[in-house]
């Protein structure tokens, strides 16, 4: 098992400074540049292609994140393989003896089509023109948190988060509250008025929309019943109401009393105040910086509950923000494996991952569709241990000491004056953020400083020295960082 001690990054990850309140939230009204440009697309996607950087920095802030929040057509991009256990019940119809081989093939073909919808997954965000939309997904994923061995439902769901990416988070909740894969996930399913089940109904208020110490023990029991009657046919897919199964007497829930259903119970959340400050408060923490100030958390809440909770305008709010362009912000998060993976191939113009690059994010963390409980990843610096920083460091010099870098469409701008390739390499990897230590190591290494080797790159060392560069700046701290 990989070591969890945990890598400190001696200071990098700023303490907060002082907000103002006052102008946080308000435009930021300063040029972008190649650097801000970097900031953006890292955390409104998974970084840019140097092409991509450029493009970005000769824009304004508004219509830079305009093009982000504005989601181009994807009809074009591939679709998963997805097995589909319903088309193959039949086969359980069998004599009981061979009724186990049946079931282990089939489990079989769903592990196997979940490995396979990892990789597609990876490469949208790779691929795909909509990256925020992407981002979004992956934050929801995360968010309303769920894993099912039903690759059908598992896809189900991972398009319900993309069709609603910027959409209305109190629609979504309502979709996903009715979602096959949430209502196996935390037995909503088998939630009858005779034994109603707890489960969904305390998650949907501790982990998605409220928090701890919003709600009561009797406010989750009352929220059960409500949410009794639900029933998922998992041959079909369908999902129906059954109204025999339905608790329909008098419910206490949040302060309000009525005959309350599961839709009426997600109404009565998102009227608190606390909804709003917890979806901001999650939202603040993935995209701009962890545990931001009261004050940066209400002013965000302020425009999710006047814009009735649709999630554009608050995004857009967040990106063109004071606070998002300020130090504060700047490298404040740690990339998660799926970010540090499908980051590094985008930051090298590479347009496709090989399949080991699922076996590299799982092994850093993160097993897309297969959060390791209903609180979801933790993040942040749990992250980066002893473990998983070498396993980072195994992936980028795997990256950089393959032929995929030889297709990389950033190679061929790296100059070969061993000065000049220091200061594209970090210029491109790091948008210059290296010590000047750093910048010496690189260069030393692109000389073929130590060794008999002219100091000249040159087409035999090229490749070698600039993949041993690359790796070299890719393990550095302000590339852990987004």
Same mark, same amino acid.
């Given at each position: ?48 292609? !140097? ?105 189900? *769901? ?86 025999? *199964? ?47 100030? !009261? ?135 790091? *948008?210059?953020?290296?010590? !000047? ?39 550095? !701290? ?5």
């Amino acid at each position: 098992m990989a070591s969890q001690t945990r890598v400190d990054f001696g200071g990098i990850l700023r303490p907060p400074g002082q907000l103002d309140a006052t102008t946080a939230l308000q435009p930021y009204r300063g040029p972008l540049d190649e650097r801000s440009a970097a900031h953006l697309l890292r955390r409104a996607g998974f970084g840019g292609t !140097p092409d991509e950087v450029r493009r970005y920095a000769a824009m304004s802030v508004d219509a830079a994140v305009e093009s982000l929040v504005r989601f181009p057509s994807t009809a074009n991009l591939p679709q998963p393989d997805v097995y589909d256990r319903r088309a193959h019940l039949g086969e359980l119809r069998v004599p009981v003896d061979e009724r186990r081989d049946a079931l282990k093939e089939i489990l079989r073909n769903e592990r196997e089509s979940l490995r396979g919808m990892r990789l597609w997954w990876l490469n949208r965000m790779l691929t795909t023109p909509a990256p925020l939309q992407e981002k979004m997904t992956l934050f929801w994923h995360g968010h309303f948190t769920s894993y099912v061995n039903y690759a059908v439902y598992t896809y189900f *769901q991972n398009q319900l988060f993309r069709y609603y990416a910027l959409g209305n988070v109190r629609t979504l909740t309502h979709a996903v509250s009715r979602d096959p894969a949430m209502l196996i996930y935390l037995n909503n399913d088998k939630n009858v008025a005779e034994h109603p089940n707890e489960n969904y109904a305390r998650e949907l208020m501790e982990l998605f929309t409220l928090g701890i110490g919003h709600y009561t023990e009797q406010d989750v029991r009352e929220a059960a019943r409500a949410w009794t009657g639900w029933r998922l046919n998992k041959a079909t897919g369908v999902v129906r109401f059954a109204p025999r *199964q339905h608790d329909d007497g008098s419910k206490t829930f949040l302060g309000q009393t009525g005959n309350f259903m599961g839709d009426d119970v997600v109404d009565i959340i998102f009227a608190q105040p606390q909804c709003a400050r917890f979806l901001a408060t999650s939202l603040l923490n993935y995209f701009v910086y962890n545990d931001p100030e !009261p004050e940066l958390v209400d002013a965000v809440a302020d425009v999710m509950r006047r814009n009735n909770y649709e999630i554009a305008p608050v995004m857009s709010a967040i990106f063109r923000s004071n606070v998002f362009y300020s130090p504060r912000a700047y490298r404040a998060l740690v990339k998660s494996p799926v970010e540090f993976v499908v980051g590094t191939y985008k930051a090298l113009g590479i347009t496709e991952l090989p399949d080991d690059a699922v076996g590299f994010a799982n092994r850093m963390g993160q097993i897309l569709f297969q959060p390791p409980n209903v609180a979801g990843w933790p993040g942040g610096q749990n992250w980066l241990t002893s473990g998983t920083m070498i396993v980072r460091q195994n992936f980028v010099a795997s990256v950089a000491n393959s032929q995929t870098l030889a297709s990389s469409s950033w190679l061929g701008q790296v100059p070969m004056q061993p000065d000049k390739a220091t200061h594209a390499i970090v210029g491109t990897l790091l *948008q210059g953020d290296a010590a !000047p230590a750093s910048r010496v190591e690189v260069q030393a290494l692109l000389s073929g400083a130590g060794t008999s080797a002219l100091m000249m790159l040159s087409g035999e060392n090229f490749q070698q020295r600039v993949g041993a560069a690359t790796a070299l700046a890719m393990g550095m !701290p302000a590339y852990q960082l987004n």
